[in-house]
């Protein structure tokens, strides 16, 4: 499968990154620049989720640009599709954390739901300009959650079919955004694709969420918070299996489609965060003690979505694809990522400090 993309990407190809230096965003344009000849402009206003430390790999390539902007900045949107001439656009830059959604919606609304609004309308402008032969090839990708499908119980998965029922701010905003793109598609034949993807992890994640919280925390022999009785079920991805169906969604999905992007790695958060306290033990014992017994349980996150699982036949079934790295072999992999990449994540901690987000009694972060 891995040789299909290289060979399905030209020199011809022009990729417009929004938020590119982000966790996923930034897996994107590594992939681009160091697999693909495909050019790459990343445009990302650089929030304290972005980094461009993320992307000290591709920074010396000549196809790879980036631009320091706003995707609510119409006129530098305008110039920078104007100047860069994309193929296609991939729409990844987002507030992406449902506890800062909690604690403080207005960014979600901002930038997930106008920013989104105001990159169609500028997108739109830019693709009717195109010449024929362009106009027909370009595309632009949606990059959404699974968490706009709302919670299941304890069987049953999330289709395309599943009707859309958020119930958190973040993926009340994401799901506006998705409703925003199938308008455009709907009303103006706008050639847009979305994707909606289960929970990632891996490499250059900002240690806000679950997996490089829990890792940092342990390396730093800190309390490893639990929300609840850690029993909330998540349907885990590597944010490189992200990345191959991206490519194929945005190479082969069809206009109009939603693709569910899923693992089949269902895990509650404590056996996530046993499974990170037995690869940190494996790869450096605790002195004192067992990386387990640094769990705490602490107050519930206010509307914790019980259960998220994707059933990724589409994506399987008519492009191919299938996750590549297992539950088991991915935790191992970024385990020791982190532990090898303090360099990276020691002078983001200084951005977030690990201090819990998003309790109701706690109106502001
Ligand atoms: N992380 C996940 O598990 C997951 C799962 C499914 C879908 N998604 C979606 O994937 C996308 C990327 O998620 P992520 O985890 O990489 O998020 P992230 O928070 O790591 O990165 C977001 C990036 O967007 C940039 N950005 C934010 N606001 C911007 C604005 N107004 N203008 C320009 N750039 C801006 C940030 O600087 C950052 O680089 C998001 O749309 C998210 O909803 C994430």
């Excluded at 769990?295 to 259960?307: A, L, S």
């Excluded at 589409?314 to 539950?327: C, D, I, K, P, V």
Aim: proline share 4%; hydrophobic share 40%.
């Amino acid at each position: 499968m891995q040789a299909v993309f290289s060979h399905e990407f030209f020199e011809s190809d022009r990729i417009l990154v929004t938020g590119g230096a982000g966790f996923i965003g930034s897996a994107v344009v590594r992939y681009l620049i160091n697999a693909t000849p495909a050019a790459v402009l990343n445009l990302d206003s650089l929030t304290y989720s972005g980094s461009l430390s993320n992307l000290m790999d591709v920074t010396s390539s000549d196809r790879y640009l980036f631009l320091e902007a706003d995707v609510n900045d119409s006129s530098v949107l305008a110039q920078a599709l104007g100047d860069f001439t994309p193929t296609a656009i991939i729409h990844l830059a987002a507030e992406s954390h449902v506890d800062r959604s909690i604690a403080e919606s207005d960014p979600f609304v901002t930038t997930n739901i106008v920013g989104t609004h105001g990159l169609l309308k500028q997108s739109l402008v830019y693709w009717r300009g195109l010449g024929e032969g362009k106009r027909e090839k370009f595309r632009f990708l949606h990059v959404s959650t699974d968490e706009v499908y709302g919670s299941l119980g304890n069987d049953g998965f999330f289709t395309e079919e599943t009707a859309y029922a958020p119930r958190s701010p973040y993926s009340a905003s994401k799901a506006a955004s998705d409703h925003l793109v199938m308008a455009w598609v709907e009303t103006y034949g706008f050639p847009a694709i979305i994707s909606n993807c289960s929970n990632n992890y891996g490499f250059y994640q900002f240690p806000e969420k679950l997996i490089p919280l829990t890792i940092i925390n342990g390396l730093s022999g800190l309390p490893l918070p639990l929300y609840g009785r850690g029993a909330n079920v998540r349907d885990w991805l590597h944010v490189e299996d992200h990345v191959r169906a991206l490519m194929l969604i945005l190479r082969h999905g069809q206009v109009g489609r939603n693709y569910n992007v899923g693992g089949r790695n269902e895990r509650t958060n404590l056996q996530v965060v046993e499974a990170i306290c037995d690869a940190l033990e494996a790869l450096r014992p605790r002195a004192g003690g067992l990386y387990r017994d640094l769990i705490r349980f602490v107050e519930d996150r206010p509307g914790h979505d019980h259960r998220y699982a994707i059933d990724p036949t589409r994506m399987e079934t008519e492009l191919g694809w299938r996750a590549q790295e297992s539950f088991s072999t991915g935790i191992e992999k970024t385990v020791k990522w982190y532990h090898d990449r303090a360099d990276w994540w020691e002078p983001l901690r200084r951005r977030y400090d690990g201090r819990r987000l998003g309790l109701t009694s706690a109106p502001s972060i």
